[in-house]
Structure formats: C-alpha cells, structure tokens
C-alpha cells in the first residue's frame, strides 16, 4: 500500500530553521516527481517546492524562494524540505504528495488536484 508520511514539524521561533521529511513506502520514489505543499488557517492548500524524479529539476513559490530547499534521497525514499529564516506566515500545516504517473513534470509546477496521494501532514509553526 502507498504510503507518504511526514515528520520534522514542530514550534520555532522567527528566523529558525526546521527539516521535514517525507518518507515514501509501498512504491519507489524514484520515478515521480514529490511536490511539498501546505495549508495556513482559513486558506487553501497552496503549493511551496516540487522536485524531479532525478531530482535535477525544481520549482519554489515566490514566497519561499531563497529560504526554503527541496532535496531527495532516493536510496532512502525519502524528500526533504529545508526551511530557514522562517517567518510568522509560514505557519501551516505542511503535506508532501505524489503523482501516480510517473510522466508528472515539476517543470511546469503541478497544482495540487494533479497530485493523487498525500501524507497526512506535519504541523509548523512559527511563533515568538
């Protein structure tokens, strides 16, 4: 069974940094395209960072652009999602998601509705 679980969340203060993880299982990783995405109170789900199956190719939101970096292990399964000099508006909650093609490109940025399986989510918050 596919499988995307989320970890590295928690409270930090403004300018601090955290690392998520996304951990795949029951399918590998390599050949598709993970896109990280998240949620703030009271929006919709708006997307961050995607990386390429080879992770060779990326794509950041305006937002996060120069402080946030999307990386892979594939030997480990697993994308990470490095975020530093974070901000108030940064708080959401933070999902990562898998195409179930593998002919998904991060080139053009995929909005979430291309996206067809999702973690559960890890919960950031940035607050003093």
């Known amino acids: 069974q596919l499988q995307l679980v989320e970890s590295g969340g928690g409270l930090v203060q403004p300018g601090g940094s955290l690392r998520l993880s996304c951990e795949g299982s029951?399918?590998?990783?390599?050949?598709?395209?993970i896109g990280w995405f998240r949620q703030r109170p009271g929006k919709e789900r708006e997307r961050v960072s995607c990386i390429s199956a080879a992770g060779v190719n990326s794509n950041y939101a305006d937002s996060v652009k120069g402080r946030f970096t999307i990386s892979r292990d594939n030997a480990k399964n697993t994308v990470y999602l490095q975020m530093n000099s974070l901000k108030p508006e940064d708080t959401a909650v933070y999902y990562c998601a898998s195409p179930s093609s593998a002919y998904v490109s991060c080139d053009g940025f995929p909005a979430p509705g291309v996206y067809d399986y999702w973690g559960q989510g890890t919960q950031v918050t940035v607050s003093s």
């Open positions: 029951g399918f590998t990783m390599d050949f598709y395209t």
